[in-house]
C-alpha cells in the first residue's frame, strides 16, 4: 500500500503537470485567437481601402456584424488572462439578482426590476470605486458609480423614448388599413433604424471583500429575450459567447413553463449542447413548498424536464439566503438570531450550491475556460467567415445585375440611335421632297 507521503507526492506532481499542460494550451489559443483577430482586421482593412468609408448600402449590415464580431474576439482574447467569467442566466423574473446577491454576500445587483438598456452587469473583486463601461466598437470609459447612474438612466431613457416613437408610428400605421405584410416590413425597419439600442456591452462593478468573486467575476444579465409589443429586440446570443460558465436560473413554481424551455433550446441549437460548463439552479423552491410541492418531487419534475440540458441540478432559495445572511450579519454568536440565521441558510441550500461550484467548475476552471474560449472564437470565427462569404456573393449578383442592366442600356441605346438615325433619314427625305414640290 503507498504511504501518505508518496500518494500526496503524486497528486502534487500530477497537479503541476496539469497546471503546466494547461498553461501552454492558453499560450496556444491566443496565439490562435491572435492569427484569426489579425486576418479579420486584414480583410477589414482591405475593405475599407478598396470602399473608402462610403461602404456599399448592401454590404452595410454585413460588415457591421463582422465588427462586432471582430470586438468580440479581442474581448476573448483579453479574457483569457482573467478570472473564470460564471454569467447568471434565465428570464427575466426567474430571481437571477436576488441570486448573484446572495452568492457575493451583498447588494451589488437590482432585485425585482427588467432592465431596458441591453448589457451585462460584471460583478469582480477589485479597489476602488469607477465602473468600467465597455462599448460595441471596442472602446471603453471609467466612471464613478454616481456618475454610471446616471449615465445608465440616460440610456434608459433614450430606449423609453424611441420605444414610445415606435409604437405610436406604429399604431398609426396600422390604422391606414395597410396588410400584415406591410406591417411585418414597417416593424422590421422600424427596429432597425427608430428604436435605440444602446452601445454599451458590459458594465464591471468593483466589489471588495466577497468570497466567490476571488475566484470567479459573476455575471447579470438582462434576460434570455427583451421584448417590445411582440418584438425582440435584443436575445441572448449577442454575449452567450463570453461565458467561461453558466449558472441557468428556472423558477421552481413555474417549472413546467415553456419558455425557458425554448429559449434554452434555441440557443442551445446555434451553439451546441455544453455539459461540464452549465449548472441549472431551480429557484424559487420557498413559494412551490409553501403552494403544497416538496423538494423531491421539485428536483424529479426539474430533472424529467431539464436533465437533457444538464445533469447538474441544484434547488435553491436566493430569497432565504439573502434573509440568512441579513439574520447572520449582526448576529453574536451563539446568539437565538445565529442560530435561525444559520438554520435559514441550510434550508435555502446556498451553500450546496457553493460547496457545487468549488468541486465542479471552479476545480476545474482553467481547462473550461480554455475550452470555451476555444469554442467561443471558432464560433465568431466561423461567423465573420459565412457573413463576408455572404457579403462576397450578395456583391457579387448586385455587380452582375449591374453588368446585365449596361448591356441592356447599352443595347437599347444603339436600337434606339438606329431608329432616331433611320427617322432622321425618313424626315429629312421627306422635307427634301416637300422642298422640292413647293419650288417647282
Known sequence: MLAEKTIAGLESLYAKAESQYNEKARHYVQEQLQQNILLVQDMLAAVESGCGEAYPAVLQDYLAKIKSDYVEMRHLLEELDRKFMLFIMGSGKNGKSTLINALVGQTVAKEGIVPTTWKIDVFTEAAGEEVRFKFRDGSEQCLSKEAAADFLAAEDAKQKQSAQAVREEMRKFRASGASIRALEQKQASLNKYKLYRSRITEAVWPVQNSAIL???????????????????????????????????????????????????????????????????????????????????????????????????????????????????????????????????????????????????????????????????????????????????????????????????????????????????????????????????
Open 214 to 440: 476571488k475566484n470567479y467575476r459573476l455575471v447579470d444579465t438582462p434576460g434570455l429575450r427583451q421584448e417590445l409589443d411582440d418584438m425582440i429586440i435584443s436575445n441572448a446570443r449577442e454575449y452567450y459567447t463570453k461565458a467561461d460558465g453558466v449558472i441557468w436560473v428556472l423558477p421552481a413554481d413555474k417549472i413546467s413553463g415553456a419558455g425557458d424551455r425554448s429559449e434554452i433550446d434555441a440557443l442551445l441549437q446555434d451553439y451546441g449542447k455544453r455539459t461540464d460548463n452549465l449548472i441549472v439552479v431551480i429557484n424559487h423552491i420557498d413559494k412551490a413548498i409553501a403552494n403544497g410541492q416538496t423538494e423531491a418531487g421539485i428536483l424529479q419534475e426539474a430533472r424529467r424536464l431539464y436533465g437533457d440540458v444538464s445533469q447538474e441540478i441544484i434547488l435553491c432559495s436566493a430569497k432565504q439566503a439573502r434573509e440568512a445572511q441579513g439574520l447572520l450579519a449582526g448576529a453574536e454568536p451563539g446568539s437565538p438570531e445565529e442560530r435561525a440565521g444559520l438554520e435559514l441558510l441550510h434550508k435555502s441550500h446556498l451553500p450546496d450550491l457553493q460547496e457545487h461550484l468549488n468541486r465542479t467548475l471552479f476545480a476545474d476552471a482553467q481547462r473550461i475556460q480554455i475550452e470555451s474560449k476555444v469554442r467561443s472564437g471558432s464560433i465568431l470565427f466561423q461567423d465573420i467567415v459565412s457573413l463576408a462569404g455572404k457579403a462576397a456573393d450578395l456583391l457579387q449578383s448586385v455587380h452582375a445585375e449591374e453588368r446585365k442592366k449596361k448591356e441592356r442600356w447599352e443595347q437599347e441605346s444603339e436600337a434606339l440611335a438606329a431608329a432616331l438615325t433611320e427617322e432622321l433619314k425618313s424626315f429629312s427625305e421627306r422635307e427634301a421632297a416637300r422642298i422640292y414640290q413647293a419650288y417647282q
